[in-house]
């Protein structure tokens, strides 16, 4: 290869705002602000590093309560990613002003369905919790390329060590 990724970090800034209509129902938005950098090391040795930033693509939700019967709640969560990222940034390289590739873009162009399922567990000494959550790429973008999907499963197990304090294992 002429050029190799050596690292690159990502800041993320997220304004989420949530309203609860009922007890049943959590509406809610995020907003994010991506900062992202990645540096290079070219085949004759030199490096570069190249910058993205911006907004986002934008998530709605409305979470809804599934089934809610102490100690055990579950809720599902319909998620949709509005494309109001950039699937277009550039940035100067040794050869010249570079559309960047996808993982340095700040959105993924296309209306993006995001479901999960989350079951949360709760006693006086300790909280547990499984989720499962997908991203659905609906079409392609204007760039002519759509992102893959996406399945994720986690759970986690958190016990209180007192008022203030409760580490958790995910």
């Keep these: 290869f002429n050029t190799v990724h050596t690292s690159m970090t990502m800041d993320m800034h997220m304004l989420m705002m949530m309203y609860g209509p009922s007890d049943d129902v959590t509406l809610m938005m995020m907003v994010p602000y991506m900062d992202m950098n990645m540096n290079h090391l070219t085949r004759t040795g030199s490096t570069f590093s190249v910058n993205s930033q911006g907004i986002g693509d934008i998530r709605i939700a409305p979470i809804l309560s599934l089934y ?54 709760q006693s006086e000494d300790l909280g547990w919790g499984a989720q499962a959550r997908g991203i659905f790429r609906l079409g392609t973008n204007s760039a002519g390329y759509r992102q893959g999907n996406m399945l994720e499963f986690t759970a986690w197990v958190s016990p209180k060590i007192n008022d203030n304090f409760s580490p958790s294992l995910r």
């Design 68 to 121: 809610d019967d102490y100690p055990h709640r579950i809720q599902f969560e319909a998620g949709l990613s509005i494309p109001t990222g950039s699937v277009n940034k550039q940035d100067y390289t040794p050869t010249g002003l570079t559309q960047l590739e996808y993982k340095m873009q700040t959105g993924s162009g296309t209306l993006d369905l995001q479901p999960a399922l989350t079951y949360l567990g």
